[in-house]
């Protein structure tokens, strides 16, 4: 399939891409990696009028510290996850999850910003944001704000962006020596979108956990944090009866949605393993 | 010390050694030209319209806005291409009793399944056809759906061919021996119900066509993305009643087919239409969407099976009931029903029972089509008789390998027919079964299996033995009235610089036939390689013949170009003999020079040979005219079919708490008769055992209940991808065909026979432990959960 003619527009700054969404509103898109946007487009299930391109502004590239935390340009690309010496050391739960995300061609071209823009809840990367008690900077029309991704994540590929914003980068606050982080998924086939998937990162006093952040990936229409999970496990050890807890406090957690090949009870069965597993792995990294 | 010479160590000796294909350079620095590729000077470009719903009735279709865009050059609907092209039905004369409704390129008043064709754009560019899509208005009236196999049967349901009493497309029975009997006075008998989804072929390049009509010289050409090229250029003539002389298809190279490019399919039907109505090459490329929506399905079959055996684990007699859905039609012209068919009589096939009876039911339903697929109903005729093998054994309390051996047709006891009526020539189980227990290390595995079950780790091993059915002859189509050649021809000539071009029906997809076909040409005329040049795939310039499906390239390509090549040397060796003043049996060629048979002294380059006779013709003796063109066609006689056989075993963990299965090792003994080029096999074993192993894994076009396929994107449909396929052990025996001078049988389907079977006894076997069994394929991580109960 082909797609609708539209027209594209090469912005050079922030400024000139909010204006240029303005002009046109609803009817204009911003491509950046184009991995999701570009498939949809072929298919026709968007057919926007203009292609706002915003992978020429500099602005919205690179990788820095700022404060507490690591400030991750929108354009960051997938594979730059893997290969960035400050996100392996300040933010080494993304760079464990970007080999999961799809393959190499797509992870060439995706962008992390891109990728918690869409909220496609199947995907690593916005999940990883609320395990990592990441920020969002959005620009607007009406200026630019930072918003936690607790806040960000509204329903089914809902955000909190409104109509013309961007997001311009991702906070995450630096690893420390005395955290830990577990992630992996549940795929058919290595790339796949996964069945379940999960990241954590909790921070430790030897064996006892003084704080932990769970988010699952394709369990339901957002990206979810297990909060129930989460309060069996704060301020215990990590025993064989605590990961017991945890993995029953996820019926709680998680409203897996029908689906015909994997049925609601099998998908929250599987989350269950996975936690298990990751908590298990989180205790031997002591 | 050096080896003892074979023949492999005589001069240009190709046959049975490993040689590169001569077009792989080509195709891997992208100067490979497929139809895709082809831009024709006024090509216009079809979109179609699909059909949302699965049943329902045309009311009406509004094409005015489509038909006013800037850019349409035509829209046509089904009543517009009825005018000029006649319906055809997929049945034919030796299917008794089957029926199937007439088809036209696109529908009347009623359609069949989702995603059917509906109305076709042509336009200057794709895009502009889809935007013209858009601006269609169908009016459709939903009628009842038909999706599974039991509300086909259901009588009184709905009908989906109105008129007709039932949705049965055909029935067939076998019954032979005394099946009753032997079960009554059976010491012990088992018995499953097994599920086989549908899956399709996927292949890299999708269907594509260009029909190009010349109203001036009332010339239709057509260049199509297709294994069969004669076969179409005789359906386009005749349903477009075009003279078959004036109808050429070009088959140009093809990005893999696996039976799936042989079918007619409505969109190519209706573009050869769209041609002759604009008087322009039109172009339509199918992308994946579309593929999966229309390109034939395969499988879909529910068996029940049951198996009696005696005491000491003989096997006595089976009991089958097949029944499969195809789809709203029969596919043309080799209908959708060869599936079960072969899935009836190829049941049991390895083993020495004469009691078996079998039944299939062929059962219309709202989906696309199923047809011929890569080893056609061999995967669910391996399966149930492997598992039901395997239960048995569980049963009488012997090894796997060991009731095997007990109940193969031995290896000198041929020939042999079957419980099923199939005349076997020469086939090599036993062989197969010793050599696949000593290169899986099989007393080893097992010994770890129990160690690791110890550790809570699950693994399985399998085996699955396997018949597979090649070289068909007349019996497979042409006795039923299909004009489906099993006849190859193949030209061959000497070119005035002394090499040779070798013009050749059997067609090319990938999987190495100009390669095979060069390397036996070479052999048999005594010159390098390089100096034999194949064409294929172009009904003006090759001879006419059945061209590649049912792994006929080999055995009867071969032969025909062995035959062809063999007279060709006939005739240059009399040119040779008259120069030489020699007797030509004297003469022998090798490497592209006449020499001496006795003492191999060169004595005149064919060069020279073929100079004279084109060239200076006057200085040869009065009288002679040289023939350095040679036609030649072969088709097999003698027995019906060459059956291959083979054996398979897979290794492999289940993770128990996840249901998700990882193959460790999958192995096959193959014979395949006489191995031309080993490293082509083993690529088409390999190919086929992972096409194989995504059946039993991952592939199935899953179905809403109303009749919506739910995952036609190859981000749903799950094909084997390289990090999950395991690593392939192959070993060869040959048991060449007395058939045919060449004695090769063919190997395409072989993998993909038996992969499926194995995978499912070795996750059988990991299972062991739970008491759980698993009867359905694809085999997927919510099957093996819920046969563990853990959700």
Same mark, same amino acid.
């Given at each position: 399939?082909?797609?609708?003619?539209?027209?594209?527009?090469?912005?050079?700054?922030?400024?000139?891409?909010?204006?240029?969404?303005?002009?046109?509103?609803?009817? *204009?898109?911003?491509?950046?990696?184009?991995?999701?946007?570009?498939?949809?487009?072929?298919?026709?299930?968007?057919?926007?009028?203009?292609?706002?391109?915003?992978?020429?502004?500099?602005?919205?590239?690179?990788?820095?510290?700022?404060?507490?935390?690591?400030?991750?340009?929108?354009?960051?690309?997938?594979?730059?996850?893997?290969?960035?010496?400050?996100?392996?050391?300040?933010?080494?739960?993304?760079?464990?999850?970007?080999?999961?995300?799809?393959?190499?061609?797509?992870?060439?071209?995706?962008?992390?910003?891109?990728?918690?823009?869409?909220?496609?809840?199947?995907?690593?990367?916005?999940?990883?944001?609320?395990?990592?008690? *990441?920020?969002?900077?959005?620009?607007?029309?009406?200026?630019?704000?930072?918003?936690?991704?607790?806040?960000?994540?509204?329903?089914?590929?809902?955000? *909190?962006?409104?109509?013309?914003?961007?997001?311009?980068?991702?906070?995450?606050?630096?690893?420390?020596?005395?955290?830990?982080?577990?992630?992996?998924?549940?795929?058919?086939?290595?790339?796949?979108?996964?069945?379940?998937?999960?990241?954590?990162?909790?921070?430790?006093?030897?064996?006892?956990?003084?704080?932990?952040?769970?988010?699952?990936?394709?369990?339901?229409?957002?990206?979810?944090? @297990?909060?129930?999970?989460?309060?069996?496990?704060?301020?215990?050890?990590?025993?064989?009866?605590?990961?017991?807890?945890?993995?029953?406090?996820?019926?709680?957690?998680?409203?897996?949605?029908?689906?015909?090949? @994997?049925?609601?009870?099998?998908?929250?069965?599987?989350?269950?393993?996975?936690?298990?597993?990751?908590?298990?792995?989180?205790?031997?990294?002591? | 010390?050096?080896?003892?010479?074979?023949?492999?160590?005589?001069?240009?000796?190709?046959?049975?050694?490993?040689?590169?294909?001569?077009?792989?350079?080509?195709?891997?620095?992208?100067?490979?030209?497929?139809?895709?590729?082809?831009?024709?000077?006024?090509?216009?470009?079809?979109?179609?319209?699909?059909?949302?719903?699965?049943?329902?009735?045309?009311?009406?279709?509004?094409?005015?806005?489509?038909?006013?865009?800037?850019?349409?050059?035509?829209?046509?609907?089904?009543?517009?291409?009825?005018?000029?092209?006649?319906?055809?039905?997929?049945?034919?004369?030796?299917?008794?009793?089957?029926?199937?409704?007439?088809?036209?390129?696109?529908?009347?008043?009623?359609?069949?399944?989702?995603?059917?064709?509906?109305?076709?754009? $042509?336009?200057?560019?794709?895009?502009?056809?889809?935007?013209?899509?858009?601006?269609?208005?169908?009016?459709?009236?939903?009628?009842?759906?038909?999706?599974?196999?039991?509300?086909?049967?259901?009588?009184?349901?709905?009908?989906?061919?109105?008129?007709?009493?039932?949705?049965?497309?055909?029935?067939?029975?076998?019954?032979?021996?005394?099946?009753?009997?032997?079960?009554? /006075?059976?010491?012990?008998?088992?018995?499953?119900?097994?599920?086989?989804?549908?899956?399709?072929?996927?292949?890299?390049?999708?269907?594509?066509?260009?029909?190009?009509?010349?109203?001036?010289?009332?010339?239709?050409?057509?260049?199509?993305?297709?294994?069969?090229?004669?076969?179409?250029?005789?359906?386009?003539?005749? =349903?477009?009643?075009?003279?078959?002389?004036?109808?050429?298809?070009?088959?140009?190279?093809?990005?893999?087919?696996?039976?799936?490019?042989?079918?007619?399919?409505?969109?190519?039907?209706?573009?050869?239409?769209?041609?002759?109505?604009?008087?322009?090459?039109?172009?339509?490329?199918?992308?994946?969407?579309?593929?999966?929506?229309?390109?034939? /399905?395969?499988?879909?079959?529910?068996?029940?099976?049951?198996?009696?055996?005696?005491?000491?684990?003989?096997?006595?007699?089976?009991?089958?009931?097949?029944?499969?859905?195809?789809?709203?039609?029969?596919?043309?012209?080799?209908?959708?029903?060869?599936?079960?068919?072969?899935?009836?009589?190829?049941?049991?096939?390895?083993?020495?029972?004469?009691?078996?009876?079998?039944?299939?039911?062929?059962?219309?339903?709202?989906?696309?089509?199923?047809?011929?697929?890569?080893?056609?109903?061999?995967?669910?005729?391996?399966?149930?008789?492997?598992?039901?093998?395997?239960?048995?054994?569980?049963?009488?309390?012997?090894?796997?390998?060991?009731?095997?051996?007990?109940?193969?047709?031995?290896?000198?006891? &041929?020939?042999?027919?079957?419980?099923?009526? &199939?005349?076997?020539?020469?086939?090599? =189980?036993?062989?197969?079964?010793?050599?696949? =227990?000593?290169?899986?290390?099989?007393?080893?595995?097992?010994?770890?299996?129990?160690?690791?079950?110890?550790?809570?780790?699950?693994?399985?091993?399998?085996?699955?033995?396997?018949?597979?059915?090649?070289?068909?002859?007349?019996?497979?189509?042409? %006795?039923?009235?299909?004009?489906?050649?099993?006849?190859?021809?193949?030209?061959?000539?000497? !070119?005035?610089?002394?090499?040779?071009?070798?013009?050749?029906?059997?067609?090319?997809?990938?999987?190495?036939?100009?390669?095979?076909?060069?390397?036996?040409?070479?052999?048999?005329?005594?010159?390098?390689?390089?100096?034999?040049?194949? %064409? !294929?795939?172009?009904?003006?310039?090759?001879?006419?013949?059945?061209?590649?499906?049912?792994?006929?390239?080999?055995?009867?390509?071969?032969?025909?170009?062995?035959?062809?090549?063999?007279?060709?040397?006939?005739?240059?060796?009399?040119?040779?003999?008259?120069?030489?003043?020699?007797?030509?049996?004297?003469?022998?060629?090798?490497?592209?020079?006449?020499?001496?048979?006795? !003492?191999?002294?060169?004595?005149?380059?064919?060069?020279?040979?073929?100079?004279?006779?084109?060239?200076?013709?006057?200085?040869?003796?009065?009288? !002679?005219?040289?023939?350095?063109?040679?036609? =030649?066609?072969?088709?097999?006689?003698?027995?019906?079919?060459?059956?291959?056989?083979?054996?398979?075993?897979?290794?492999?963990?289940?993770? %128990?708490?996840?249901?998700?299965?990882?193959?460790?090792?999958?192995?096959?003994?193959?014979?395949?008769?006489?191995?031309?080029?080993?490293?082509?096999?083993?690529?088409?074993?390999?190919?086929?055992?992972?096409?194989?192993?995504?059946?039993?894994?991952?592939?199935?076009?899953?179905?809403?209940?109303?009749?919506?396929? $739910?995952?036609?994107?190859?981000?749903?449909?799950?094909?084997?991808?390289?990090?999950?396929?395991?690593?392939?052990?192959?070993?060869?025996?040959?048991?060449?065909?007395?058939?045919?001078?060449?004695?090769?049988?063919?190997?395409?389907?072989?993998?993909?026979?038996?992969?499926?079977?194995?995978?499912?006894?070795?996750?059988?076997?990991?299972?062991?432990?739970?008491?759980?069994?698993?009867?359905?394929?694809?085999?997927?991580?919510?099957?093996?959960?819920?046969?563990?109960?853990?959700?």
């Amino acid at each position: 399939m082909k797609a609708r003619a539209f027209s594209y527009f090469r912005a050079a700054t922030i400024e000139q891409a909010l204006d240029a969404h303005a002009l046109v509103g609803d009817d *204009a898109r911003f491509i950046a990696g184009g991995q999701s946007l570009v498939p949809a487009l072929s298919l026709r299930l968007q057919a926007p009028r203009l292609l706002i391109d915003i992978t020429h502004i500099g602005e919205l590239r690179g990788v820095r510290r700022e404060g507490g935390f690591l400030r991750i340009g929108a354009l960051t690309r997938h594979c730059e996850m893997l290969s960035e010496p400050l996100i392996a050391e300040f933010a080494p739960l993304l760079q464990a999850a970007a080999p999961f995300v799809a393959h190499p061609a797509i992870r060439n071209r995706g962008t992390f910003g891109g990728s918690v823009a869409l909220a496609d809840p199947a995907s690593e990367f916005p999940a990883m944001t609320l395990a990592l008690d *990441a920020e969002i900077e959005i620009a607007g029309p009406s200026g630019s704000r930072r918003i936690k991704a607790d806040d960000f994540f509204i329903d089914l590929f809902e955000t *909190a962006l409104q109509p013309g914003e961007l997001i311009t980068a991702i906070y995450v606050p630096l690893f420390k020596a005395d955290q830990r982080f577990a992630f992996d998924e549940m795929a058919r086939r290595r790339g796949d979108y996964a069945l379940v998937g999960c990241g954590m990162l909790a921070t430790c006093a030897g064996d006892r956990i003084n704080d932990i952040r769970i988010s699952f990936f394709s369990v339901g229409n957002t990206p979810t944090r @297990v909060k129930g999970a989460e309060a069996t496990l704060i301020g215990s050890s990590l025993n064989s009866e605590r990961i017991a807890a945890a993995q029953a406090a996820l019926e709680g957690d998680l409203a897996p949605p029908e689906n015909d090949e @994997v049925p609601p009870a099998m998908r929250l069965h599987l989350a269950r393993v996975l936690l298990g597993r990751l908590l298990g792995r989180l205790g031997e990294s002591a | 010390m050096s080896a003892p010479l074979t023949s492999l160590d005589r001069p240009n000796s190709y046959i049975g050694r490993s040689v590169p294909r001569p077009n792989a350079k080509r195709l891997l620095a992208g100067r490979g030209r497929y139809v895709s590729d082809l831009k024709l000077p006024r090509m216009l470009y079809a979109a179609f319209l699909r059909s949302p719903h699965a049943h329902a009735k045309i009311i009406s279709i509004d094409i005015e806005r489509a038909r006013a865009l800037e850019g349409v050059h035509l829209v046509a609907t089904g009543a517009d291409l009825a005018k000029i092209c006649t319906p055809w039905t997929g049945t034919l004369d030796h299917f008794k009793g089957m029926t199937s409704s007439p088809q036209l390129p696109l529908p009347l008043d009623r359609v069949v399944w989702a995603g059917q064709a509906v109305v076709a754009v $042509v336009a200057e560019s794709r895009a502009i056809a889809e935007d013209a899509l858009e601006l269609i208005e169908v009016d459709y009236e939903d009628l009842p759906v038909v999706v599974d196999i039991d509300g086909a049967r259901e009588a009184g349901g709905p009908l989906i061919n109105p008129g007709s009493a039932n949705n049965i497309c055909f029935r067939s029975q076998l019954d032979n021996g005394t099946v009753d009997d032997a079960f009554a /006075h059976a010491a012990h008998v088992v018995e499953e119900e097994f599920s086989f989804g549908r899956h399709t072929a996927v292949t890299l390049e999708p269907r594509a066509i260009v029909a190009d009509y010349d109203p001036a010289a009332g010339m239709l050409t057509v260049h199509h993305a297709t294994q069969t090229p004669y076969q179409f250029q005789d359906l386009y003539s005749r =349903h477009y009643g075009i003279p078959e002389a004036r109808v050429r298809v070009i088959a140009t190279d093809i990005g893999g087919s696996f039976g799936m490019k042989l079918h007619v399919y409505h969109e190519d039907m209706a573009v050869v239409g769209l041609s002759i109505l604009l008087g322009r090459p039109v172009k339509y490329v199918a992308d994946r969407i579309e593929s999966f929506v229309s390109d034939i /399905h395969a499988r879909d079959h529910r068996v029940r099976a049951r198996m009696a055996l005696d005491a000491k684990g003989e096997i006595l007699a089976m009991d089958v009931l097949d029944l499969t859905a195809i789809g709203a039609f029969s596919t043309y012209p080799r209908t959708s029903v060869v599936e079960g068919n072969q899935v009836i009589r190829l049941i049991g096939a390895p083993y020495r029972f004469k009691n078996y009876r079998a039944s299939l039911e062929v059962i219309f339903q709202n989906k696309v089509q199923t047809s011929q697929y890569r080893a056609v109903g061999h995967p669910i005729a391996c399966a149930v008789t492997e598992r039901l093998v395997d239960m048995a054994a569980a049963k009488v309390g012997l090894d796997p390998f060991a009731i095997r051996a007990q109940n193969v047709i031995a290896d000198d006891a &041929y020939p042999q027919t079957s419980p099923t009526g &199939y005349r076997f020539e020469a086939l090599s =189980h036993q062989a197969c079964l010793k050599r696949l =227990h000593e290169m899986m290390d099989y007393d080893a595995l097992r010994a770890e299996q129990a160690e690791l079950r110890k550790r809570g780790v699950y693994r399985g091993i399998g085996i699955a033995a396997f018949v597979e059915i090649t070289n068909p002859s007349p019996a497979f189509y042409g %006795v039923g009235g299909a004009r489906i050649s099993s006849q190859d021809g193949a030209i061959v000539s000497l !070119t005035p610089s002394g090499e040779v071009r070798c013009l050749i029906s059997v067609t090319e997809q990938g999987q190495g036939t100009e390669a095979i076909i060069s390397q036996i040409v070479a052999d048999q005329l005594g010159l390098a390689q390089e100096h034999v040049k194949v %064409v !294929t795939g172009d009904t003006e310039v090759t001879p006419h013949g059945g061209a590649t499906w049912a792994c006929r390239g080999a055995g009867i390509g071969g032969e025909t170009a062995l035959r062809a090549a063999r007279a060709l040397k006939r005739n240059i060796l009399e040119i040779a003999a008259l120069i030489l003043q020699e007797q030509p049996s004297a003469l022998d060629i090798i490497d592209g020079e006449v020499v001496d048979a006795a !003492t191999r002294q060169q004595r005149l380059p064919i060069a020279e040979i073929a100079r004279i006779a084109y060239f200076r013709s006057d200085t040869l003796p009065p009288g !002679t005219q040289a023939q350095l063109t040679v036609g =030649h066609h072969f088709a097999p006689q003698g027995y019906p079919f060459a059956f291959t056989n083979g054996i398979q075993g897979c290794s492999m963990e289940v993770d %128990v708490e996840t249901g998700f299965i990882k193959v460790l090792k999958h192995f096959i003994v193959e014979d395949c008769g006489r191995v031309i080029n080993p490293m082509l096999v083993d690529e088409q074993l390999r190919g086929g055992i992972v096409q194989g192993l995504g059946a039993a894994l991952f592939e199935e076009c899953r179905y809403s209940e109303t009749g919506q396929l $739910v995952n036609g994107s190859l981000a749903d449909y799950l094909v084997p991808m390289p990090m999950e396929m395991p690593d392939i052990v192959i070993a060869h025996v040959e048991t060449p065909t007395a058939d045919t001078e060449l004695g090769a049988k063919g190997c395409g389907e072989a993998g993909t026979a038996a992969a499926s079977a194995c995978v499912l006894n070795a996750v059988n076997d990991a299972l062991t432990p739970f008491g759980a069994t698993i009867n359905s394929i694809p085999i997927t991580p919510a099957k093996v959960l819920k046969a563990l109960k853990r959700f």
